[in-house]
């Protein structure tokens, strides 16, 4: 992995296209929210398979936590579908046959000259897509456990959210007042008069 990717540093702001052929940015799908991001080997490998229907099942937590998830993957985009599909994922996978990501990352799986994957790794990212945590996972315990990603996601929205604790001074003071800028979700409403 290159020197720059690394926990602090900004990840790549890469558009591939997605799973329903629309070119997408990564800082898009991230908008306002941390991201988990998974470079994939592919539908190939049962690792892969396995590490997916993991954080299949886990999503429902992540997508009422204000956190955004994606996949992306060397696969076309016709077997991008099917490897989506077959693990129930609910976030975008991007697919990226041209390697772009692989090579600018310098994460190529020379171990498999077959199907010339990218190494695999998961990366936590705040907002701006600020490197947060980096998992390689060429072996599978190498890659993070759901209770991996909670504590990393705990730390993001604890130091990202100003409205973490409710009781911090000052708080409740700026809602009455109608400042709702802390307040994630909130910040965007017009409070009615």
Known sequence: MRSDIAPGGIFPDYELPDHENIPRRLSELQGEDPLVLMLSRGHYCPKEHQHHLELAAFYPKVAVAYTQMGTIATDDHHVLQEFRASVGAQWPFLSDPGRTVQQDLDIQEYTDPDHDPMIPHTLVLKPGLVIHSIY?????????SVDDLRRDLRAVTKEIRPDWDLSTPGLPEAWDAGSWAPFHGWNKRVRPD
């Open 136 to 144: 390689n996972g060429y072996w599978f315990w190498g890659r993070p």
